[in-house]
Nanobody, 126 residues
Framework: QVQLVESGGGLVQAGGSLRLSCAAS????????MGWFRQAPGKEREFVAA????????IYGDSVKGRFTISRDNAKNTLNLQMNSLKLEDTAVYYC???????????????????WGQGTQVTVSS
C-alpha cells in the first residue's frame, strides 16, 4: 500500500501563500487520482481539490476555487497544493489521499480514496 507524507504546512498571515506537498512511496502513485482534504477543529472533513491520474483533470471545492491550485509530478511521485490569498477559514489540518481506482477520475468523495497521509497543519492568522 502506498505511504503518503505531507509537508509544507505552517503559520501564515491572511492574504499570504503556502505550498503543500505530498510525497508518495511506491510505484502506484502515477496510476491513481489524488486529492486534498482538510479538517478544522470541530468541523467535518472538507474536500479541497483533486486531480486525476494523468493530471489532465482537476476539480476544486467551492471555498478554494480560484485561490488554490493542485498539481502532480508523476516523475517525482509528488502531489502539490499551491494556496494563495489564504483566509482565516482556511485554517485546518490538510490531508492528501490516493484514489482507490486504477486510472480513476478525480473525486470529491472521501469514500473514493483508500490511502491517507497523517496531515499537515495550516494556520492562517489575522
Amino acid at each position: 500500500q502506498v505511504q503518503l507524507v505531507e509537508s509544507g504546512g505552517g503559520l501564515v498571515q491572511a492574504g499570504g501563500s503556502l505550498r503543500l506537498s505530498c510525497a508518495a512511496s511506491g510505484r502506484t502513485f502515477i496510476s491513481y487520482a489524488m486529492g486534498w482534504f482538510r479538517q478544522a477543529p470541530g468541523k467535518e472533513r472538507e474536500f479541497v481539490a483533486a486531480i486525476d491520474w494523468s493530471g489532465g483533470n482537476t476539480i476544486y471545492g467551492d471555498s478554494v476555487k480560484g485561490r488554490f491550485t493542485i498539481s502532480r509530478d508523476n516523475a517525482k511521485n509528488t502531489l502539490n497544493l499551491q494556496m494563495n490569498s489564504l483566509k482565516l477559514e482556511d485554517t485546518a489540518v490538510y490531508y492528501c489521499a490516493r484514489g482507490s481506482l486504477y486510472l480513476g477520475r478525480s473525486s470529491r468523495e472521501a469514500a473514493d480514496y483508500d490511502s491517507w497521509g497523517q496531515g499537515t497543519q495550516v494556520t492562517v492568522s489575522s
